[in-house]
């Protein structure tokens, strides 16, 4: 008996990809230790220890890459320590995992608007009222944040003093 090739290359596949969606958890489960460190860093932020924060939420993220929590604790320790940019970029990644992560939303919005990006703050404050009909926190704090406007100041150079 011969058996075609094609059949046997579709054998192949539909075993390998039943394999691979076996192995896979769903995005819901974050292992437990890098939820424990996620917590960690929580509390280091609550504390003002950012540099400590972030080597908790690094290693959280390290066990476990889908812990979006820890990707959106980064970015509120980069926006404490006025690193606007990677604020946005970790955000991102918040959500690449979750686009309608509304924590992820504001604090991409506060980064945003503290550069200046009134615009693109305003988009996520739009997708936040669309997602928050009741209003949530997360609207009244990137509202806040794009009425206040940028906060990094222009560096003005120094006038010489003539002695």
């Known amino acids: 008996m011969r058996i075609p090739v094609h059949f046997l290359a579709l054998g192949a596949a539909a075993t390998l990809?039943?394999?691979?969606?076996?192995?896979?958890?769903?995005?819901?489960?974050?292992?437990?230790?890098?939820?424990?460190?996620?917590?960690?860093?929580?509390?280091?932020?609550?504390?003002?220890?950012?540099?400590?924060?972030?080597?908790?939420l690094e290693t959280s993220l390290t066990v476990d890459p889908r812990n979006r929590s820890a990707f959106?604790?980064?970015?509120?320790?980069?926006?404490?320590?006025?690193l606007y940019g990677k604020a946005i970029r970790l955000a991102s990644k918040a959500l690449d995992l979750e686009p309608n992560d509304l924590n992820a939303l504001e604090?991409?919005?506060?980064a945003m608007a503290e550069l200046g990006a009134i615009p693109r703050a305003k988009d996520n404050l739009a997708k936040l009222q669309k997602l928050c009909t009741?209003?949530?926190?997360?609207?009244?704090?990137?509202?806040?944040?794009?009425?206040?406007g940028p906060v990094v100041a222009e560096a003005k150079p120094e006038t010489p003093k003539n002695d």
């Open 107 to 110: 604090i991409q919005g506060q």
């Open 134 to 148: 009741n209003g949530c926190p997360q609207v009244a704090e990137l509202s806040a944040a794009i009425t206040r």
């Open 72 to 82: 959106v604790d980064l970015a509120r320790v980069a926006d404490h320590q006025k």
């Open 17 to 56: 990809v039943g394999g691979v969606a076996i192995a896979q958890r769903p995005d819901n489960q974050i292992l437990p230790r890098s939820v424990e460190l996620q917590k960690q860093g929580e509390s280091l932020i609550a504390a003002g220890r950012y540099l400590e924060a972030e080597d908790s």
